[in-house]
T-cell receptor, first 113, second 114 residues
Framework: QQQVKQSPQSLIVQKGGISIINCAYE??????FPWYQQFPGKGPALLIA?????SEKKEGRFTISFNKSAKQFSLHIMDSQPGDSATYFC????????????FGEGTQLTVNP | NAGVMQNPRHLVRRRGQEARLRCSPV?????VYWYRQLPEEGLKFMVY????????ESGMPKERFSAEFPKEGPSILRIQQVVRGDSAAYFC????????????FGQGTRLTVV
């Protein structure tokens, strides 16, 4: 019940295209859903986060879409750039887990020039 | 404006030795989390500590692993009698501890057991 499932495992997109990464969760107590970006040899860095009181949040080229009834959320990267090539992790936590995060398995994104 | 500082960045240990990983949180943060990342996998929660207290160690193996966050000094993750399967990247994160606030991650310590 604590799992967060992420897909796809890897994604190749052409420069300027849209990258879409999906996550699904089971624990209805989750109420905070961040996305982290990780470059090789670095720690994860918060990219964007959403709470379930909204269905969409946009920050620049990055958008989270949230479907509470389906228990799914996704990251959309518009106008993908080679510099976006990294591993992306969705995560979740909730009142019962404090600030402890449950992570998805990660998506390795490659944006070709 | 120092972020989460972890050291060493790389650590090589022979099987049976002890590994000590250190984490200094963001200044003002009193909540620390340790995660382990195996190659090609996501981050798995290990332990959550506040100053001088272990809050949640449900993700930490019962044997050989221990963690502390003393009143003064960094948080320490200690792995005794390391085995090859302990080879991984260990990440520390810190936060203010308030519900749903951002957790800031360090650069990680990459442990290699030979």
């Amino acid at each position: 019940q604590q799992q967060v499932k992420q897909s796809p495992q890897s994604l190749i997109v052409q420069k300027g295209g849209i990258s879409i990464i999906n996550c699904a969760y089971e624990n209805t107590a989750f109420d905070y859903f961040p996305w982290y970006q990780q470059f090789p040899g670095k720690g994860p860095a918060l990219l964007i986060a959403i709470r379930p009181d909204v269905s969409e949040k946009k920050e620049g080229r990055f958008t989270i879409s949230f479907n509470k009834s389906a228990k799914q959320f996704s990251l959309h990267i518009m106008d993908s750039q080679p510099g976006d090539s990294a591993t992306y992790f969705c995560a979740a936590n909730g009142e019962t887990s404090g600030s402890r995060l449950t992570f998805g398995e990660g998506t390795q994104l490659t944006v070709n020039p | 404006n120092a972020g989460v500082m972890q050291n060493p960045r790389h650590l090589v240990r022979r099987r049976g030795q002890e590994a000590r990983l250190r984490c200094s949180p963001v200044k003002g943060h009193s909540h620390v989390y340790w995660y382990r990342q195996l190659p090609e996998e996501g981050l798995k929660f290990m332990v959550y500590l506040q100053k001088e207290n272990i809050i949640d160690e449900s993700g930490m193996p019962k044997e050989r692993f221990s963690a502390e966050f003393p009143k003064e000094g960094p948080s320490i993750l200690r792995i005794q009698q390391v085995v090859r399967g302990d080879s991984a990247a260990y990440f520390c994160a810190s936060s203010l501890g308030l519900l749903n606030t951002e957790a800031f991650f360090g650069q990680g310590t990459r442990l290699t057991v030979v």
